[in-house]
């Protein structure tokens, strides 16, 4: 198992001075009040239109190839909403890293938290299906306030970024695995913990299936959820932290156990019902979605590239 990156006294070195005074800016603007946290997270992504433009042409693909029946107008409405998310992103992972408990839930409503509790009153292990949104972070932060679980990452490749983004999930959670640590999950899901999963990404051509997601008919689908399934036997309970109109804040809307729903005769049959569900999550907040990664960049043998 990968260990847990530790502080190393070479992270003051001058070649991470600019990670640290832009995490320090991070952390002195998040002490603001939230409607001005708003008010500049949104400004500021409504600027990112104009510097990230390989980022905004994906952002755009991905939208017309999702959504193609959808207006010209909404799609253009679309696009610049998330990229408004994608500055409220950067401040809601300050959010997450930096705020004391209190003020999270002060600005949290959580609904169908019952998912959770009838499963864990089974000693059962639980799978929580969650998606790449901007507020991915405060997500799992509020997440392991209720029920502190195990959560699966990319280990960053700067390792004072590896080691800032795991001290700050680990403030309400057990601790971290790797996402290709398959094994540890399942003996997780098998000793009842929580563990939280990314099934929403294109991780190429190995342990993935090609299978329908919104409009594109091949879309490359990791099989991870389905041998976790198919060992573990946890439940399923899909999530989403989404970020409310009218500055209200935010809520937890956890979905029911999808458990008794999952075929699992095929892989295949199982991952199309995974990506309905992450279909029907990300329907329930679609401005706030990192549509900026290339979900559909793995073809199928012969196919041309989407973007």
């Given amino acids: 198992m990968r260990k847990l990156p530790v502080f190393n006294y070479s992270f003051l070195s001058p070649r991470f001075w600019l990670i640290w005074i832009g995490i320090g800016t991070l952390y002195i603007l998040v002490l603001l009040p939230y409607p001005v946290i708003h008010y500049l997270g949104t400004r500021i992504g409504r600027i990112t239109k104009y510097f ?3 980022r905004m042409r994906i952002i755009r693909r991905n939208l017309e190839l999702c959504f193609p029946n959808l207006p010209s107008q909404e799609q253009k409405n679309l696009f610049n909403k998330n990229c408004e998310s994608i500055g409220m992103g950067v401040f809601e992972t300050g959010m997450a890293w930096f705020w004391s408990e209190h003020r999270i839930k002060r600005w ?5 938290l019952d998912s959770i509790t009838k499963a864990r009153k089974k000693n059962q292990g639980i799978l929580l299906i969650g998606m790449h ?3 991915l972070e405060l997500g799992a932060r509020i997440l392991g306030m209720l029920n502190p679980g195990i959560g699966v990452y990319r280990p960053n490749n700067n390792p004072l970024l590896n080691w800032l983004q795991t001290k700050g999930r680990l403030r309400s959670n057990k601790t971290m695995l790797d996402r290709t640590n398959i094994k540890g999950m399942i003996k997780a899901l098998q000793h009842g913990e929580i563990v939280w999963y990314a099934p929403d990404h ?3 051509y190995k342990n993935s299936v090609f299978t329908p997601l919104f409009a594109v008919s091949n879309a490359a689908s990791t099989i991870g959820t389905y041998i976790l399934t198919k060992i573990a036997k946890p439940a399923i309970v899909p999530f989403v932290a989404r970020r409310l109109p009218n500055v209200l804040g935010y809520e937890l809307l956890i979905l029911p156990n ?3 729903e ?7 049959n199982m991952i199309k019902h995974i990506n309905k569900v992450i279909e029907q999550v990300i329907l329930l907040a679609p401005d706030q979605y990192m549509w900026l990664h290339r979900r559909f960049k793995t073809r199928p043998p012969g196919e041309s590239p989407l973007y």
């Avoid at 999952?262 to 295949?268: G, V, Y």
């Fill in 52 to 54: 990230m433009t390989n």
């Fill in 108 to 112: 949290f409503k959580i609904n169908g």
């Fill in 133 to 135: 949104f901007f507020t």
């Fill in 202 to 204: 294109d991780y190429g």
């Fill in 258 to 260: 999808q458990q008794n």
């Fill in 262 to 268: 999952i075929p699992l005769d095929t892989n295949i």
